[in-house]
């Protein structure tokens, strides 16, 4: 599993990507739209194990989970 936590503020993401271990994987700044939504799937393809290229994409989606945080709560 990988985990990502967005702290969504209004014109960026603070991003941190964790694995399954408790392991601070990243820590990003990205920006707000289809650019910054690029970048994030990037660094979780960048992140994500080997043997996940193996499983059918809804699978590999299935193992990374993510909480958004906004300025009006989780």
Do not use: C, K, S
Not at 28 to 37: K, S
């Amino acid at each position: 599993m990988l985990f990502v936590g967005d702290d969504w503020a209004e014109d960026h993401h603070d991003v941190e990507l964790v694995d399954d271990q408790g392991r601070i994987l990243a820590r990003r700044r990205l920006p707000e739209g289809l650019g910054g939504i690029t970048r994030l799937h990037a660094l979780v393809a960048e992140h994500a194990p080997e043997e996940w290229a193996d499983l059918d994409p809804a699978e590999a989606a299935a193992q990374v989970l993510v909480g958004i945080e906004t300025d009006r709560g989780p």
